[in-house]
């Protein structure tokens, strides 16, 4: 089972390219679109993985991780495919639609591959260590993309999502080459019964529950400040090709972040889940208040905080987490997250396009304070009296 190990990461580096990120936002606002049109989109990408998030995840759990990854694979390319050459606002629309299709197929399924994994080998200790090297990996991939992006992109916007779509078609073949994890859990007779008994788990767990808040929470507000860093950086004169390689720094800086997570946690334990919010927040707020180029570095900051916080939250949820109900579970994380983001995006679009980008960060800066500080309370409750919780 390690040979899956090693195969995925050679997977995850290519899939995680993503030349399309660095530009995705100033291609759409340079075929005239406004920040609350973008956002509107971008919407529409949330409300189609939400659509499709816990009924994928079944097929994660009953039909094997490789059928998923296969799916979410032809699905990402044809998507971004018709976002590269389509002209129209309906073949941006059906784009989106299709990107979450794809989207909502993967999630979950890469935790719950490597977790499986690792588990059959006896192994699972290990997952923190795999899951940041994973993340390093993705952001160094990310890094690498983001310079190509800029080049192309100064060119034509469009190259940048097409060669996307083109490595992601080259790419899923070699999910074939995966060994599907055997795991020791009975299956419930339909996808319904599995889903309720998934709700039912987290309904009972209040770790758990709160484990999966406090992700989606700070995953909302993270994929928010990705719709607005374009057009942050552009206000400040910045151009495509400057942009491509800021990209790359930011992507270094996650990197940084993934590589430190593990030990920064094992020497600070419990602590660190209650520093990464608040020091996600003051970031956020710092690009709010201040209005010159040098706050730029904000998103320094808030990048490492990315890299840094997933495999930590990650490797807590998955240890609470039964084989059998692992991928559906954090899909449901996802649909929380996606559902917020769906009704906070446009929000936050119109208030950028009506007063200022500072503003929106402002709203959205304090709008996670009171989120995250009402959950650590809860959680520290919880924690104080869950003790026995591996790894905590």
């Not at 899923?172 to 994890?181: C, D, I, K, N």
């Not at 007779?189 to 309720?196: A, G, N, T």
């Not at 020497?267 to 707020?285: D, E, K, N, S």
Request: neutral net charge; charged residues 10%; aromatic residues 14%.
């Amino acid at each position: 089972m390690w040979s899956n190990i090693k195969l995925f990461y050679v997977y995850i580096f290519l899939n995680r390219l993503e030349m399309w990120l660095p530009v995705t936002a100033l291609f759409l606002l340079d075929r005239g679109y406004s920040l609350t049109q973008y956002t509107i989109v971008d919407a529409v990408w949330y409300v189609s993985t939400l659509l499709f998030e816990v009924p994928t995840g079944v097929v994660a759990d009953r039909y094997g991780k490789k059928v998923s990854l296969l799916i979410a694979g032809l699905f990402q390319a044809l998507s971004l495919f018709i976002l590269a050459w389509g002209r129209s606002f309906l073949s941006v629309l059906v784009s989106y639609i299709l990107w979450g299709f794809a989207t909502s197929f993967e999630t979950g399924t890469h935790d719950a591959l490597i977790y499986d994994s690792l588990k059959q080998m006896d192994r699972e200790s290990e997952y923190p260590g795999v899951m940041g090297r994973i993340r390093t990996l993705t952001i160094l991939a990310g890094a690498l993309g983001s310079v190509v992006a800029g080049l192309l992109g100064a060119i034509d916007l469009a190259l940048p999502i097409a060669l996307t779509a083109t490595v992601a078609l080259i790419t899923t073949p070699l999910v074939l080459f995966l060994t599907e994890p055997q795991v020791s859990d009975v299956r419930e007779p339909s996808h319904l019964v599995h889903i309720r008994a998934s709700v039912r788990y987290v309904s009972r767990n209040r770790l758990v529950g709160l484990l999966i808040l406090y992700m989606a929470v700070v995953a909302t507000a993270v994929w928010g400040l990705h719709d607005f860093y374009q057009a942050y950086l552009k206000s400040f004169g910045v151009e495509v090709e400057t942009t491509g390689l800021l990209y790359f720094l930011f992507r270094l800086f996650g990197v940084a972040g993934a590589y430190c997570s593990t030990s920064v946690y094992d020497f600070v334990g419990r602590a660190t889940i209650y520093l990464i919010p608040l020091c996600f927040v003051a970031a956020v707020m710092g690009m709010g208040f201040f209005v010159a180029p040098w706050a730029i570095g904000f998103i320094f900051v808030i990048t490492f905080l990315e890299g840094f916080h997933y495999p930590i939250l990650n490797a807590l949820l998955n240890r609470s987490l039964p084989p059998g109900k692992r991928a559906t579970i954090i899909s449901l994380g996802s649909v929380l997250a996606c559902l917020m983001g769906a009704f906070l995006y446009p929000a936050l679009g119109w208030i950028a396009d009506l007063f200022s980008l500072q503003v929106t960060f402002k709203v959205l800066g304090f709008g996670m304070f009171v989120c995250v500080a009402v959950i650590l309370v809860l959680l520290r409750e919880e924690l104080a009296s869950n003790s026995t919780v591996p790894g905590l």
